[in-house]
């Protein structure tokens, strides 16, 4: 599985910014998959995810901010960012994983395939 993140750019707190992740075919009746960042000298994080059911998981730091969805008729997922914060800059990754289930769905190591990134950065 081959996965494009685009959309990211630069943007001033309190805008929106929409991600995109495009797959290299139909995945999402057979793949997990989620965004990550990681921030300068930081770690990468767990941003959100939708299961192969169609559930999808916020991590707390973006609850109620963000909104992740998928087209299928597209093979994209979507990353909608609201209310963004300097904080939330940083490297945004899409991730597929075709063994990920419930628990393991925030777990970096669940997945096998990534997106090369697409930067954010938001200015206060």
């Known amino acids: 599985v081959q996965l494009q993140a685009s959309g990211g750019g630069l943007v001033q707190a309190g805008n929106s910014l929409r991600l995109s992740c495009a797959a290299s075919g139909r995945i999402f009746n057979r793949y997990a998959v989620s965004w990550f960042r990681q921030a300068p000298g930081m770690e990468r994080n767990f941003v959100g995810g939708?299961?192969?059911?169609?559930?999808?998981v916020y991590a707390d730091s973006v609850k109620g901010r963000v909104t992740i969805s998928r087209d299928s008729a597209k093979n994209t997922m979507y990353l909608q960012m609201n209310s963004l914060r300097p904080e939330d800059t940083a490297v945004y990754y899409c991730?597929?994983?075709?063994?990920?289930?419930?628990?393991?769905?925030?777990?970096?190591?669940?997945?096998?395939?990534w997106g090369q990134g697409t930067q954010v950065t938001v200015s206060s």
């Open positions: 991730a597929a994983g075709a063994s990920v289930i419930a628990s393991n769905l925030a777990s970096q190591s669940a997945y096998a395939s």
């Open positions: 939708i299961n192969r059911s169609g559930g999808i």
